[in-house]
């Protein structure tokens, strides 16, 4: 599965964005689905991820009850809504594919779209 990420930008402290990863390939149902960012010089840090379905989600603390993931199987895309933003979530974003089920380590994922650069100021 081939995927790309789309819909970052500039937004103000406390505003909003939501990211898509729109994804090729008939099977796109049988992937589960992450997000992860990567700040400069910083690691690529994990921020959530969706079922193959889409009944189940997971987040790490950091973003929790602030970012939320959901999927569209017919329009094979992913998307992440981000609100209440902060200078700190300023990265670039990248979504990411596995087969099956979700996983948080970006060692387990092995299908990576071009990451889409998120800037928020303060």
């Known amino acids: 599965v081939q995927l790309q990420a789309s819909g970052g930008g500039l937004v103000q402290a406390g505003g909003s964005l939501r990211l898509s990863c729109g994804a090729s390939?008939?099977?796109?149902?049988?992937?589960?689905v992450g997000w992860f960012r990567q700040a400069p010089g910083k690691e690529r840090e994990f921020i959530a991820a969706?079922?193959?379905?889409?009944?189940?989600?997971l987040y790490p603390d950091s973003v929790k009850g602030r970012f939320a993931i959901s999927r569209d199987n017919v329009q094979n895309t992913v998307f992440l809504q981000m609100d209440s933003l902060k200078p700190e979530d300023t990265a670039v974003y990248y979504c990411?594919?596995?087969?099956?089920?979700?996983?948080?380590?970006?060692?387990?994922?092995?299908?990576w779209g071009q990451g889409t650069l998120v800037t928020v100021s303060s």
């Open positions: 969706i079922s193959r379905t889409g009944d189940s989600t």
């Open positions: 390939g008939r099977t796109f149902s049988t992937y589960a």
């Open positions: 990411a594919a596995r087969h099956l089920l979700m996983a948080r380590y970006e060692y387990e994922y092995n299908n």
